[in-house]
């Protein structure tokens, strides 16, 4: 008797002797289907289950595979369009800070409990907050800041991560430095050290700032920024953007060991004193060594006491790649003692210099005042320096006959600016002996914020007004303002609530400058030249597309406020001192360095 292993091998064999016809009879049970209208069909009900396996399969794999082409199509077409039009890199958002002028020590940098400036931004011997880290914001909050001083702002940031320092967003914060002694020990108002950071869009001032000393010599206190003058803490890539400096020592020093910085969009003036030998103080003095390079774009410099930049150094300094463009300087050296606008030489050879597409101009109905300088006539002249592209009027000029490879193209000038010798020299520029007919209109657009911009106007006819085209800065359907430089915080000389495209018409008429702190009332330059700073904001969004509906949208009647920086309404008038008569002293010579504090170097 077989067990039933046996029993069941053996009935396999029996089904492998039958035919596949029988076998498939015999093995397997047939099901009938019946369907409406169709004959009986007789279906095996594996078979059935995998014919349905293959179709879902089929469209499966047919799926994927469009899918795949698909995938691939766009893929390529993004890689493409990425070739042809690559876009910039997203700005990275980083943590967000606050400092007030009642803020305190003790506080974290929220906007409810905002660090007092001196926490905020560290001293020699204390860093910024930990948490302030590249990419940062601090927004320091409408209002004064009074010390105590120096401040020392010492933060970090990278390339791709620039930490910013701000007045806080429809606000306007202002450093004002009183209490700084005329002499002394070399007390600034900003010692600036660090790397990759950006101040911008706030305002620096001595609104009890006392212009005379009876010490000769250009050792100051009061700058408003110096940066870059320590070697045991060098730094790179720092930017200063749309301030507004006046009426303290001087604008800017810029020294060696902070390379690569940029000053853009300022307007600088007023800034100096006056001793018993001249005017001193500069709105800018640079040095700095290549490689690096230090960029001056689109800046508003007039009025400071001595120069409005000074590129200069004693024998062991160093004058390396200054680039000025776009830059608009006037009347530097005060009326009664008018010095130089730009000069750049001194006791090594300065290389790498540019000034190019700017304006340089004084008064043409006197004959003081030295527009450009290039080499110093006490110095060692430029070498590979070039000089294009600008406006020029009134005052004198030099040209050092030691200077080697120096291009000077493209300009123009009215009056005597170049003597006969420069015209001979440089015959590839138009020198004008007489009064043009028509305006000189330069603008200038700025790459930090958009809808601002300046305006530059040689109003040689002497006109009421003049149309100005402002569609370079302003976008059709901004609101839009321009204020005169010369006297920014008084408000708007023209506006209008909606741009659309045409020439604006700006007033020339004649208006005195903001008065000096501590010093003479100056001369107006109107209604022959003029500097205006544009600003405007976004334009409004379109209005919603219409839809295949039949309801009718609301037309809403509000209309909406830009936002623009209201600066009068923090505004803190400063109370001149009473102005001194003066007496004029020489203009230039020999005695000309400027301040020149002494770089601290590391053994």
Known sequence: MMDKGAERRERRRSQRRIAPKDRRQVAQPVIVERRSGVADRRVNPDRRFWLRIRKVALVLLTLSVFAAIAIGYFVVKRQTATARAPRPQAALLGPVFYAAPNGSPTCDGSLACPWDLATAFGSLYVPPPAVIVPGSTLNLRGGIYRGPFPYMPQFVGTPSAQTTVRSAPGEWAVIDATGIPMTGIDINICEVVGSYTTYRDFEVRNSNWVRDTSIAGSQVNGMAFNVGNESARPGDGLKFINLIIHDVGQGFGLWRYETNVEVSGCLVYYNGWTGPDRGHGHGIYVQNQAPSETHLNGNLVWSNFSHGIQAFGTSNSVLDNTKIRDTSFWANGMSDNYQRNIEVGGGVVAHGWEFSNG??????????GQNVNVGYEYGNGCTDCRMFSNLFAGGDSFISPLNVNFSMTDNTAFGPVFNATSQTAYPSNTYLPQRPAVPWIKTWVDPYAPGRGTVTIFNWPLASSLPVDISSIVAVGSSWEIRDAQNYFAGPVASGGVYGGSPVTVSMAARAPVPVVG??????????????????????????????????????????TPFMPTVTATRTAATPSPAPTKTPKHRHGPAEPGYMPTPTETP
């Not at 304006?359 to 003081?368: D, M």
């Not at 009718?552 to 509000?558: E, G, I, Q």
């Open 519 to 560: 010093y003479a009332a100056q001369p107006s330059t109107f209604p022959e030249f003029g500097a205006f700073v544009v600003l405007s904001s976004a334009p409004p969004p379109p209005p919603p597309t219409a839809t295949s509906t039949s309801t009718r949208l609301p037309v809403s009647t509000a209309t909406a």
């Open 359 to 368: 304006v340089s101009y004084y008064p043409t109905n006197q004959t003081a």
